[in-house]
C-alpha cells in the first residue's frame, strides 16, 4: 500500500529524528513508527511481524 501524508511540523522533524536514529530512510522509519504504534494499541499482533522474518529456532 502507498499513502501519502500531509504531516503537521512537529511530526515531521520527530519522524526525521526516528529516521536518524535507527539509521533508516525516511518511509522506512514511519513504518517502524506506526508498526510500533500499533503493536502497542494491540491492533497489529506481535505475532504478525515475527512470522515475517522467518521461522524460531530452539526448543520451547
Known amino acids: 500500500m502507498h499513502l ?3 504531516l503537521p ?3 515531521s522533524i520527530a519522524l ?7 539509521q ?7 513504518v517502524l513508527a506506526l508498526r ?7 491492533d497489529l499482533e ?3 511481524a515475527l ?3 522467518g ?3 530452539g526448543n520451547a
Open 16 to 22: 526525521r529524528r526516528f529516521a536518524n536514529l535507527h
Open 4 to 6: 501519502v501524508l500531509d
Open 36 to 42: 510500533e504504534y500499533l503493536t502497542s494499541t494491540g
Open 51 to 53: 512470522e515475517e522474518d
Open 46 to 48: 506481535l505475532v504478525a
Open 9 to 11: 511540523r512537529d511530526v
Open 24 to 30: 533508516v530512510e525516511l518511509e522506512a522509519s514511519a
Open 55 to 57: 521461522g524460531v529456532a
